[in-house]
Nanobody, 128 residues
Framework: QVQLVESGGGSVEAGGSLRLSCVASGYFFNAPTYCVAWFRQAPGKAREQVATLHSDGTTRYRDSVKGRFTLSEDNAKSALYLQMNSLKPEDTAMYYC????????????????????WGQGTQVTVSS
């Protein structure tokens, strides 16, 4: 397991932007394969995967955020970023960073139970 620390959440109006950060401890990005992801969970709803990044450089997004969210990484800083633009009220949720070293090729669609490292979450609230 690695320790993950998220930051960057907050409250914005619809149409606004936020950038979430997730910093990993240790040498996470040195693994031969890894998968990192952002999940979110709104009150009363199931946790859902928002975006994933595999060690081969592939990024994938859920349909509802395509074209608005961008996932990127900075290996030198052991950091993962989620740039969120054109935010909508339905994006309101607690956002979590998750990571799995030695993930093999399985990343996009990997269920939350298959990630062994999680951050504490950061709240994103979008008002209409």
């Amino acid at each position: 397991q690695v320790q993950l620390v998220e930051s960057g959440g907050g409250s914005v109006e619809a149409g606004g932007s936020l950038r979430l950060s997730c910093v990993a401890s240790g040498y996470f990005f040195n693994a031969p394969t890894y998968c990192v992801a952002w999940f979110r969970q709104a009150p009363g709803k199931a946790r859902e995967q928002v975006a994933t990044l595999h060690s081969d450089g592939t990024t994938r997004y859920r349909d509802s955020v395509k074209g608005r969210f961008t996932l990127s990484e900075d290996n030198a800083k052991s950091a993962l970023y989620l740039q969120m633009n054109s935010l909508k009220p339905e994006d309101t949720a607690m956002y979590y960073c998750a990571a799995q070293r030695y993930s093999g090729s399985w990343c996009h669609g990997r269920p939350d139970l298959e990630f062994d490292s999680w951050g504490q979450g950061t709240q994103v609230t979008v008002s209409s």
